[in-house]
């Protein structure tokens, strides 16, 4: 009877210890999974952050390019009043 209850022992024993490596391999796996999930989080907040970089000079250039214009107008309608005012002083010579 004795070995009986030993051999039962020996079982239990032994199912508990693969149990408990079973236990330890998924708990590796679940590491591995939290850790993946983290690195992609950081990955996609980079990418997220790279995006914003983006839009931030392109906000950037669109403004730089609106001042260009602005100049470029502003040096046009100069030109043109120079141009009208030459044409009106020659038009008063032409005149007199």
């Not at 236990?23 to 999930?37: M, P, T």
Request: proline content about 0%; cysteine-free; glycine content about 2%.
């Amino acid at each position: 009877m004795q070995q009986i209850y030993e051999k039962k022992i020996n079982y239990l024993n032994t199912k508990i210890q693969l149990l408990t490596e079973e236990s330890k391999q998924k708990d590796i796996v679940l590491q591995n999974l939290k850790n993946a999930s983290s690195e992609n989080q950081f990955e996609q907040q980079d990418k997220i952050q790279d995006l914003m970089n983006l839009g931030l000079q392109k906000q950037k250039m669109e403004d730089q390019q609106d001042k260009e214009i602005q100049k470029v107008k502003h040096s046009t309608r100069l030109i043109y009043k120079i141009f009208i005012n030459k044409l009106e002083i020659g038009t008063l010579f032409q005149n007199k």
